[in-house]
Structure formats: structure tokens, C-alpha cells
């Protein structure tokens, strides 16, 4: 700023000078022409070179503040201020004391009509521009100008000196003022970015709990927003995490201390081995397993491994075949079945083994909570985007704030997790992952028939 405002008051103060001397030079021209016109040649001044100061020192405008003190003057002290003569000769004029001291002279001088030179020139002629002078209609002679290209005055490069130090000095004290006013102000803006660093190393460290004050609608008060809502969602999952190996744990300890409690006492001798005793054992180990395979399988859908080989399937022949395979535990059970499709064949780009064991942990799910002598409805239909699949049992109902959450892992509607019932709890977690990975969506909700019903859409392309 300094150095603009520096360039720019040379540039205007030049400017200025160059304004003082057209004037002057426009009142030199109008005297020398009165002077020509009472002497009528140059002569006078070839013969009296002085006289060429005294028409200049004329020239020389009157500031305003001295026209100004002048008015003031005659309007105060009209009687003691004679009247002004305006037919006053040059020749009285040229001998007035000039307004403020010593004449600008120098950067001009006088041609005659010839363009002869008369008074001395300091400046080559072809760098001078000249200005005609005009008496009765007729040049009879020329004032040659040569224009100033930078400050060569004493007093004016005195006065610019004194401007360009106060202008150093201002910049100084401003950049003083700037510093002074900008520590707080830094502090005050840095705060809540400080804060927002602080905030998200604890996060980093594990303290989900972190949350950040919001008081301002700016960029920073949404970033605050974002973090705290990144900072709730890690906290969630976090329980999640937590909640889900609590509850592996107790899924798994649950048939290994069955197991160890059956194989010690065998080994004790308070029980014999028998076929019953046997078996026992062997379903504590089946269902141990199938924990351990759904397990596996959800947790090689979390990380994308899980392989799915699609192509091109009947929806309906694939129903038909897993619900053949689990018929004699409906029949066992005194369930009724029925399944309910058009004659067109719906095919889907699916793959035909997670696609069975879909409707099978639907089938198994109907099994287990279904009452014994219940009814299971199955109806497959379809439109020109998508295959829409309906599993719909009888009671026992679910209630209605368990319904949104029985595809959660680990999940089941029952409080003592009764393993002569209840399964897993994974199966309709499974379920969601298989329909998810073809693109479609699985929906629970209270059935017509007293039950759960569950309505898979899978798109067709």
C-alpha cells in the first residue's frame, strides 16, 4: 500500500505541477502578447533580458487562498481598498511582486515568427512543443514548452521527501496496528479449529463420546455438525461391536458348556453312554456348527468375500425345490403349505445356491415359530422390473416394536434365547445379505393369517 499510494501521489503531484505551469504558461502567452502589442517587436527583449523574468514572475497564478483573502478584504473594508484599474498597462503589472517567490522559468522560451530564438533555451528545440502567440490575427511569434517528464524542483522534491516519509512512517504504525489487532483476532478464528483438532484426536484415541460445541452457521459450525455426527455414528457402532461379541460369547459358551458338562459327567461316570446320551451330544455339536457357518458367512459378506456365481434361474422351480427338501417337517409338524404363481416363468440373474438357502432360512424361520397345525402361504408374481416374493405364516404374531429389528444379528423376539425354540438369531440377518447382494430389499411386517409376513422384490435384470 505504501508504495502504491506512493506511485500514485508522484503521478498526481506531477500532474499538478504540470497543471500550474499550463496555467502560467497560458498567462505568459496572453502577457507576452500584450507586451508585443505596446512594443511592437521582440525588441524589448533582446535589448532587456530582464524584462523576460518580470513577464513571468506576472504569469504566476494567484493561489485561491490568496484571491480568497482578497475578496474577504475589498467586502470587509470596501473604503481603505481603491479601485481597481482594469485598464492597467503590462507594463505597470510586470513589476508586481510574484504571489509565492521565485518563478518557474527555465523549461520555456521565446521564438519569433521566424521561430529565431530569443530568449535562451535550456532544452533542445525539437523536444519543446510550441504555442502560438497571437496579435491582431496574426503569429507573431511562438512560446516553446518543453513538457516535465518528473519533479526537478527543489521545493517540490522537498515536499514529495516529506510525503514519501510519513508515508513510511504510516505503513509502519499500520502494520503495528495490524499485528496488534490480528493476535486476538487470530486466536479467536483459530480456536475452533483448534478445538476440531483436539476433538478428533480423542476420537482417533477411542473416545466416541467426544462431541463439539456448535454456536456459529459458518463452513467451521458444519464441519463441527459433521464431526459430531461422524463421532455419533463411530459411537454406535462401537456398542454394536461390543454388543455383537457379547453376544457371540454367549451363543458359543452356551453349547460348549453343554458339551463339557455332558462329556465330564461321561467321563465321571455319573452317566452312561447311551444312543440317547449320544445323540444329545451330537446335536450340542450341530448347532454349534451351524453358529460357527452362519457366523463365517456373515462375516464374509461384511468384508465382500463371499463368492455369488449369478446367472440366468427360474425363481419358481428353485422355490419348489427347497420347499420339497424341508415338506416332511412341515407335514411333521402339521403345517399347511400352499404356493401360489402364474403359469409364466419368472426368471431372475441370481445365484440358484444363495438363492435356496434364502428360502430355506425363511422355510426353517416359519418351522421354529410357527404354531403346530399353522399355515404357511408362499405367491410368487412379477412385473416388467422386478420378482416379488411372499412368505406369510400364522400365529403366533410378532410384535410390533420387534419387527424393525429382526434382521439385526443375534436378534430374537423371545427374552430367555431358548434354544429348543429359537435358532441363531442370524438367519434373517443372512437373509438380508443374500437379497442385498442381488439388488433387492426384504421387508417384514404383521401378517393377515395371525403371523410374520416377509416380502422379498428381487429386479429381474
Known amino acids: ?115 529565431e530564438v530569443i530568449t535562451r533555451c535550456r532544452y533542445p528545440e525539437a523536444e519543446m512543443t510550441l504555442t ?52 486476538p483476532v487470530s486466536r479467536q478464528l483459530v480456536k475452533p479449529i483448534n478445538t476440531l483438532t483436539d476433538a478428533t484426536k480423542k476420537l482417533a484415541a477411542g473416545e466416541y463420546e467426544s462431541r463439539i460445541n456448535v454456536d456459529s452457521s459458518d463452513e467451521l459450525g458444519n464441519l463441527s455438525r459433521d464431526f459430531n455426527s461422524l463421532a455419533m455414528t463411530l459411537e454406535s457402532n462401537e456398542k454394536a461391536r461390543q454388543q455383537w461379541i457379547a453376544d457371540i460369547s454367549h451363543e458359543l459358551r452356551t453349547p460348549l458348556s453343554v458339551l463339557r458338562g455332558e462329556i465330564e459327567a461321561l467321563q465321571d461316570g455319573v452317566r452312561q453312554m447311551t444312543p440317547d446320551r449320544l445323540k444329545s451330544l451330537h446335536n450340542e455339536v450341530m448347532n454349534l456348527n451351524s ?76 418351522l421354529r415359530y410357527t404354531d403346530t397345525g399353522g399355515k404357511l402361504d408362499i405367491s410368487l408374481d412379477s412385473d416388467e422390473s422386478q420378482t416379488i416374493i411372499v412368505f406369510e405364516d400364522s400365529s403366533p404374531s410378532v410384535p410390533d416394536n420387534d419387527i424393525p429389528h429382526l434382521f439385526e444379528r443375534l436378534y430374537r423376539v423371545e427374552s430367555s434365547r431358548n434354544r429348543e425354540t429359537g435358532g441363531t438369531g442370524l438367519g434373517l440377518a443372512i437373509c438380508k445379505n443374500i437379497v442385498e447382494a442381488h439388488e433387492g430389499s426384504i421387508v417384514a411386517e404383521a401378517s393377515a393369517l395371525g403371523g410374520l409376513k416377509i416380502t422379498i422384490k428381487i429386479p429381474i435384470v
Request: charged letters at 30%; one cysteine or more; glycine letters at 4%.
Open 132 to 183: 502560438d502567440i497571437i496579435v491582431d490575427a496574426k503569429t507573431v511569434g511562438y512560446l516553446a514548452i518543453s513538457p516535465r517528464k518528473k519533479l526537478s524542483e527543489r521545493h517540490d522534491l522537498q515536499f514529495s521527501q516529506r510525503q514519501h516519509r510519513f508515508l513510511l512512517i504510516l505503513g509502519f504504525c499500520m502494520v503495528l496496528i495490524s499485528a496488534v489487532v490480528a493476535l
Open 1 to 115: 500500500m505504501v508504495f502504491l499510494v506512493k506511485w500514485s501521489f508522484e503521478r498526481g503531484f506531477l500532474e499538478y505541477v504540470n497543471r500550474v505551469e499550463q496555467e502560467m504558461h497560458d498567462n505568459l502567452v496572453t502577457n507576452l502578447a500584450e507586451a508585443y502589442k505596446g512594443n511592437t517587436s521582440w525588441d524589448f527583449l533582446r535589448e532587456n533580458p530582464r524584462q523576460w523574468k518580470d513577464i513571468h514572475r506576472s504569469s504566476i497564478p494567484i493561489p485561491e487562498i490568496s484571491r480568497t483573502r482578497e475578496e474577504t478584504r475589498q467586502q470587509f473594508e470596501p473604503h481603505q481598498i481603491p479601485e481597481k484599474d482594469h485598464s492597467e498597462s503590462f507594463s505597470n503589472r510586470q513589476h508586481r511582486k510574484p504571489p509565492f517567490g521565485k518563478h518557474r522559468g527555465g523549461r520555456d522560451c521565446l521564438l519569433d515568427k521566424n521561430k
Open 291 to 366: 453358529l460357527v457357518n452362519d457366523l463365517y458367512e456373515l462375516s464374509m459378506s461384511d468384508i465382500g468375500a463371499l463368492n455369488y456365481q449369478k446367472q440366468f434361474i427360474d425363481v419358481a422351480t428353485t422355490l419348489n425345490k427347497t420347499l420339497e427338501c424341508h415338506r416332511d417337517d412341515f407335514e411333521s409338524k402339521n403345517i399347511t403349505t400352499s404356493f401360489e404363481t402364474n403359469d409364466k416363468p419368472v426368471q431372475v440373474n441370481a445365484d440358484p445356491k444363495r438363492l435356496q438357502q434364502l428360502f430355506s432360512n425363511l422355510l426353517i424361520n416359519t
